[in-house]
């Protein structure tokens, strides 16, 4: 006999009923997923029980490819083809990349972003990561069982928008779909305030192993409210040891050594670190290939003293933010440390000064973000009942703005202006007749374009030809929710839509991904037109699904004739939905269905907004 | 009550009165009640109209809020709704004594660049002469509903406000 299941009313939805979303943390040098279960969230274990996946890719020979800690086993036999810490050149160019040079790998110097050469042929860091995404997302359908419907993935709050596109690109590649990125410091203050019932302000120090990030929050009831952030993205626990690494060197009077042995003497670095976190005492003890055996041993204050200024640094960046948000220290109620890098004493004793508090280490440093993460995931999945429901309210981390006469830049959006935000600015000509205009964007808080991050040139063209500065071009620059960057054009004057030609100078294509694919990504060996139709087939659902909630709901927005035609266009989407095995037809039908819904999607909001504020008011009184 | 097709007008957006002087508690709980409306992460899982829609009217909250926080923009923006342009691109003109007050600043801030206490001093003195700008703008605008006066004055503000940062850039190289 079949048992049925029955939820408490208010309660989550039934196990079956409820749409499976990850959170993914995809560091530096390890990288988790994790799924929120019976309402809690957990770190998904690989079938050995490891709950870390070390973020180390390495190509083969014949094409293949070894991830996690099978690759970690030829860090130091196969340097090269053997690729950690990838995320420092995510959408990075090689003179954008710090220290480039002690970097063990053949690099390929190509417009916006570098690549790595390897046996396997010329990789693009988007590919090494996705390459990690695609184990992750693996690991977690063995684990539930189940297809996985999206994932919130975690990027530095720091991260610019090529960094960011770079990510995003990666999950495609994975056969991801992004529910949204979130930053780093705001999923730990997620799992964190969710916990532990916050309220007030609190600022999140996150040291990873590659990238440092503070938040600024005010968390209340239900509403998460980033205020300020700052920080480097290429500023982690990679610096620690390679600082003590390079202190050996000196001590132990070395010669440069090769890169099997950069490797070998870099691990017994880390490790040395690892230990200084407990221990007043460590050595460094390698036997290099040659035969020289290097013994050093350090003690904590000596490690403290020679990585003082790495330390200082991230204070430098604590304190911006904190001015940022016009906000004094002792303010601040408390800290949540975030990465495995908060571990060393120094920078615990160095926050804890700063703020005149104890710093808050409650929950797992190495998994609070994934943690965060999968919440944010199960919230997005719609797996939370709108009473339990917490909002978001994050921030762009660096300001956009445009290139103007004389290479300086002029500010277009804050840093720090809630996202998603929309500006407009307008440009004119400055000859008779020009017809196209080129806009380079760049993203940065210096003055001259020069030292900003260049996103790219967008090219207007189109103009109709007019006297110069005549012409009106209305640009908008919009920044959406993941903190990605989309730009329009308008000239106004005339009405003529300026058709516009973006070159950003990263971030992949539709075309390149699909190439990308087909060259034999190894993990996700897919078939293209399935995968397609197979996207086509969730949007339809979601649609039919997105409209039948409203119509339950909210009728009564619609004439009985609006309702019908409504019913109809639904029918009708139904039947294609079914039948349709071509995704191009499927796409059509699915644009259509949703342009006859747009007026009461504007009508629900208006009603919802409406009802919210008279909510307000009355409770006011 | 909030009036959406008047999305030009950010104050009743808000459901907020049209002033100069706000309650910035309730244009926070206002703006807070909206965005946990239209935030698109509460549309994560809607078509992609709805997703459009709520990302556009999400925008729009966030220009309003922005608009409407900053007192000096806040003005602005009231002077343009009463059809007063401040022209602050091509009208710079300012009163003789506010200009040599702003050069005496200048000064100030040259010669003690490295002294913290005087900065402070100095701090105060903007700040009090920010304050002062601020009740003459709640006058021309709530009181004597002079928005040309008003424009004049917020384009005076924006000079104080430019120096404060800079002063403020000052004490904190110093910290």
Redesign the interface.
Same mark, same amino acid.
Not at chain 1, 417 to 422: R, Y
Not at chain 1, 608 to 617: E, P, T, V, Y
């Given at each position: 006999m079949a048992l049925l299941q029955i939820s408490e009313p208010g309660k989550s939805l039934a196990p079956h009923q409820r749409r499976i979303a990850v959170g993914i943390d995809l560091g530096t040098t390890n990288s988790l997923v994790a799924i929120v279960k019976d309402a809690l969230p957990k770190v998904l274990p690989d079938s050995k029980g490891r709950e870390l996946l070390p973020s180390v890719v390495r190509f083969l020979p014949n094409g293949q490819t070894q991830a996690g800690f099978e690759a970690l086993e030829s860090v130091v036999s196969d340097p090269k083809n053997t690729i950690v810490s990838v995320k420092r050149f995510m959408g990075r160019g090689i003179v954008d990349v710090d220290h480039i040079e002690n970097a063990p790998y053949d690099f390929v110097d190509e417009p916006g972003m570098l690549k790595l050469r390897t046996v396997a042929g010329d990789k693009s860091p988007i590919e090494v990561s996705a390459e990690i995404l695609a184990r992750l997302r693996q690991l977690a359908e063995d684990s539930v069982n189940d297809e996985i419907v999206g994932a919130v993935i975690t990027v530095p709050a720091y991260f610019d928008d090529a960094q960011r596109q770079a990510t995003k690109d990666a999950a495609k590649l994975a056969g991801i779909e992004v =529910?949204?990125l979130l930053n780093e410091p705001t999923a730990a203050a997620i799992a964190y305030g969710l916990d532990n019932a916050t309220e007030g302000i609190y600022a999140v120090y996150d040291l990873g192993g590659g990238t440092f990030d503070i938040s600024i929050l005010r968390m209340s009831r239900g509403?998460f409210e980033v205020l300020s952030t700052g920080g480097d993205s290429a500023l982690g626990g990679d610096d620690f040891d390679h600082r003590l690494y390079c202190w050996v060197i000196e001590q132990a009077k070395l010669p440069p050594l090769s890169l099997q042995d950069h490797r070998k003497l870099l691990l017994s670095c880390t490790h040395a670190k690892e230990q200084l976190s407990h221990n007043p005492l460590a050595r460094v003890h390698e036997t290099l290939t040659d035969g020289t055996v290097v013994n050093v041993g350090i003690s904590q204050a000596q490690f403290f003293e020679i990585t003082q200024n790495l330390v200082a640094k991230t204070l430098v960046a604590v304190?911006k933010a904190l001015?940022d948000a016009s906000l004094k220290p002792e303010e601040v109620k408390g800290v949540v440390m975030v990465g495995g890098a908060t571990r060393m004493p120094h920078v615990q004793r160095a926050v804890g000064d700063l703020f005149g508090s104890k710093p808050l280490n409650n929950l797992n440093p190495d998994q609070v973000v994934a943690l965060g993460a999968a919440m944010?995931a199960d @919230? !997005? $999945?719609?797996n939370q009942s709108k009473d339990d429901?917490w909002? @978001? =309210?994050d921030v762009i981390p660096l300001s956009l703005g445009v290139e103007t006469m004389g290479g300086l830049v002029e500010k277009i959006i804050p840093r720090n &202006?809630?996202?998603? /935000?929309?500006r407009a600015q307008d440009f004119t000509t400055f000859k008779d007749g020009q017809t196209a205009l080129a806009i380079q964007v760049v993203q940065g808080e210096r003055e001259l374009a020069q030292y900003c991050r260049s996103l790219g040139r967008f090219e207007l063209r189109g103009i109709p030809p007019m006297a110069a500065g005549a012409a009106r071009i209305r640009v908008t620059f919009?920044v *959406?929710?993941d903190g990605l960057l989309s730009v329009s054009a308008m000239e106004q004057g005339s009405g003529v839509q300026a058709s516009i030609d973006i070159k950003p100078s990263y971030g992949l294509t539709d075309a390149e991904i699909t190439r990308m694919l087909q060259d034999g990504f190894a993990s996700a060996k897919v078939d293209l037109l399935a995968r397609s139709l197979r996207e086509e087939q969730v949007?339809a659902q979601? @649609?039919l *699904?997105?409209?039948q909630t409203a119509l339950n709901s909210d009728q009564s927005l619609l004439s009985d004739q609006e309702r019908v035609a409504v019913e109809q266009e639904m029918k009708i989407l139904k039947e294609v939905l079914n039948e349709e095995t071509e995704s191009a037809i499927l796409r059509k039908a /699915?644009d259509h269905a949703?342009?006859a &819904? *747009?007026e009461f999607?504007?009508r629900?909001?208006?009603a919802?907004?409406?009802?919210? !504020? $008279?909510?307000?008011?009355v409770a006011?009184i | 009550m909030a009036n959406l097709s008047a999305s030009d007008d950010y104050f009743r957006f808000f459901g907020l009165d049209q002033q100069f002087q706000i309650d910035l508690s309730a244009l926070d709980r206002a703006y807070l009640a909206v965005q946990r409306e239209v935030h698109p992460d509460r549309h994560a899982r809607g078509s992609d109209s709805e997703k459009r829609i709520a990302m556009q009217m999400a925008i729009l909250s966030n220009t309003a809020l922005q608009t409407l926080k900053n007192p000096i923009t806040r003005g602005l923006y009231l002077c343009k709704l009463h059809g007063v342009d401040a022209r602050l691109e091509t009208n710079t003109a300012m009163p003789t004594a506010f200009l040599m007050k702003q050069m005496d600043w200048r000064e100030s801030l040259d010669e003690h660049a490295e002294d913290l206490s005087s900065l402070e001093v100095l701090v105060e003195e903007v700040n009090q002469s920010k304050q002062e700008t601020l009740t003459e703008v709640i006058q021309a605008i709530d009181g004597a509903k002079n928005y040309e006066r008003a424009a004049e004055l917020l384009r005076g503000l924006l000079f104080i406000d430019k120096f404060a940062i800079e002063l403020d850039d000052a004490i904190s190289a110093l910290l």
């Open positions: =529910l949204r509403v304190k001015r944010q @919230l !997005l $999945a719609g429901e909002l @978001l =309210l &202006t809630p996202i998603p /935000v929309a919009q *959406d929710a949007n979601r @649609l *699904d997105a409209v /699915v949703a342009k &819904t *747009d999607a504007q629900r909001m208006n919802s907004i409406q009802k919210a !504020l $008279a909510g307000k008011s006011e | -």
